[in-house]
């Protein structure tokens, strides 16, 4: 009796397991850097239509925002008539809608960004219970999972004052047990989950240009000390999560504070690239109780909004010349660059030494990873439309997200 009991936990453990390892809960996947770091199955050695199958599709209004997998559900955010904002949920299995919530929150982005539309931007993160949602206004929405009922929302320039973000709500929530961390309302944030008050703000620029910031933040133990990682328009710094205390901060330089990737730890170091400043490696030392950071390197490829994916200590991104780059931080020398172009935003989940690119071209791309050469393995157009949320891979499925549509694909 006692061996079934063990059999039976052990059975419930794995199968929890497996199910929390098929979860894409947040912006980037389930650990923030585009990799697939668990154990999943095979990758395809080819994209084509015989071993790519489709397993349903769906209309949706236009959005940048990646999906969000939580269980047998996957939720959207879009932006609707250039009127409101609507969080839908789906059946993951069947495409099934199985609850739709909404709220007037649409706004037109400035510049070079309107070219694309000015629709819903910022990843959801989701904790199983609830979804947390940015709408453009600086809106903070934390949603029912099960019936899309809004628990609270915090609107920051009518609860604060704050001045509306020109490009709109564009960094992607990251939670821990009780809190979300966020660039909104003019800084960076922890918000408690339990009501959407702040606990504390830190990083604050409330320049019209600057203040609104595009990069999502990350967590990071660096130099044995847990900390927030964000990138602002013009800085790059680490924060202490408990009280807001700035660990470390450093200048970026970018054009326009167009800072717009999410920052890559490397063990103690951190690589960025921004457009009009290049490309970045900087390391963080401790001196006596204090940490400071220094850069190592400023190299030439820029980047724009594709954050990169790092494998065997090779960093490979797609810049802001739409080519795909791989680097060597510890060489601080580009290995080599593409000669073909991509486009211009590419979204990349990497597990061993393969990497799934989507360009926003609608085009699907198999990478070997290799710092010797380019290698593209296989490329399949998979939407006629634009592709710019971030790709969402769990196990062998993917999920599309183009401007009107996501499909959910199965391969062989």
Not at 25 to 39: A, F, N, S, V, Y
Not at 270 to 281: P, R, Y
Request: net charge positive.
């Amino acid at each position: 009796m006692k061996s079934l009991i063990l059999y039976s936990l052990s059975f419930v453990f794995l199968t929890s397991a497996v199910q929390a390892a098929s979860d894409w809960l947040q912006w980037r996947g389930p650990t923030r850097d585009g990799k697939i770091h668990k154990e999943a199955e095979a990758w395809p050695t080819s994209l084509t239509k015989d071993n790519l199958d489709e397993l349903w599709s769906v209309p949706l209004a236009e959005g940048y925002a990646s999906p969000i997998l939580s269980g047998d559900r996957v939720f959207t955010v879009e932006t609707k008539d250039k009127k409101s904002e609507i969080v839908r949920a789906f059946n993951r299995r069947t495409g099934k809608q199985l609850w739709e919530t909404s709220w007037a929150g649409s706004m037109k982005v400035p510049f070079f960004a309107a070219k694309n539309g000015s629709w819903v931007r910022s990843t959801p993160a989701c904790d199983g219970k609830s979804l947390y949602v940015g709408g453009m206004r600086d809106v903070l929405a934390a949603l029912d999972v099960a019936t899309g009922k809004i628990r609270w929302v915090a609107d920051f320039p009518k609860q604060e004052k704050t001045p509306k973000p020109q490009f709109g709500f564009v960094s992607s929530p990251l939670l821990d047990d009780g809190h979300v961390y966020v660039q909104v309302g003019t800084a960076l944030r922890k918000i408690r989950k339990a009501d959407g008050k702040t606990i504390w703000k830190v990083l604050e620029d409330e320049r019209a240009m600057f203040g609104s910031a595009f990069s999502s933040p990350v967590r990071a133990k660096i130099g044995g000390r847990d900390q927030i990682v964000v990138q602002t328009r013009m800085e790059l710094g680490g924060i202490a999560p408990a009280d807001g205390k700035v660990l470390w901060k450093t200048p970026v330089k970018a054009f326009r504070g167009m800072n717009i990737l999410t920052p890559t730890v490397v063990g103690n170091n951190l690589f960025t690239a921004s457009h009009g400043g290049g490309s970045f490696w900087f390391t963080v030392n401790k001196k006596e109780n204090q940490q400071t950071v220094s850069q190592l390197w400023n190299g030439e490829v820029e980047g724009s909004m594709s954050s990169p994916v790092v494998i065997g200590g090779h960093i490979y991104l797609h810049g802001r010349d739409k080519r795909i780059h791989c680097i060597d931080p510890s060489k601080q020398q580009v290995l080599w660059s593409t000669g073909d172009l991509f486009g211009e935003y590419c979204s990349m989940v990497a597990h061993g030494n393969r990497i799934l690119a989507l360009d926003n071209r609608g085009y699907l791309l198999l990478i070997e990873a290799n710092p010797r050469r380019f290698k593209l393995i296989d490329k399949i157009e998979v939407s006629g439309r634009s592709t710019w949320a971030h790709l969402v891979v769990s196990g062998n499925e993917l999920f599309i997200r183009d401007l009107k549509s996501l499909t959910a694909y199965r391969w062989k």
